[in-house]
């Protein structure tokens, strides 16, 4: 699937709003803004420790939410369908063109207009 730094900035995106504001902040100073566990530390006036735990929890808690309401599942699998609906659509397009049905071509063109939007 994704790697963990991309799948846990994925899994901020759908349920950042969701942590405190503590894990929000650590969380966007470490993985946005770079910073080390040294440098959030000091920002913060915690230990190091102090530090990793909170961003592990809040990990923890992204995942737990994945679990429970599945966002990003359901995202992904709403992006796999859209792909999959353009790609049969191209198909159709490029089968009736050689028929000449112009309004089912002019149809199925406007809905893939519209996934081509979505992709955007």
């Known amino acids: 699937m994704f790697d963990k730094i991309a799948e846990v900035s ?3 995106d759908f349920y950042g709003q969701l942590l405190t504001k503590k894990q929000q902040n650590v969380m966007e100073l470490y993985h946005e803004e770079n910073y080390s566990l040294s440098e959030i530390a000091t920002e913060f006036s915690i230990s190091r420790q102090g530090v990793h735990d909170a961003l592990k929890n809040a990990e923890k ?7 429970k309401l599945g966002l990003m599942q359901k995202f992904a699998a709403s992006q796999a369908a859209i792909k999959h609906i353009d790609t049969r659509i191209n198909q ?9 049905n112009n ?3 002019y149809k199925l063109q406007e809905i893939k207009d519209i996934i081509d939007k979505l992709e955007q």
């Open 10 to 12: 994925l899994l901020y």
């Open 61 to 67: 808690a992204l995942y737990d939410y994945e679990k």
């Open 92 to 100: 159709i397009i490029k089968d009736k063109k050689n028929n000449q």
């Open 103 to 105: 309004d089912l071509i």
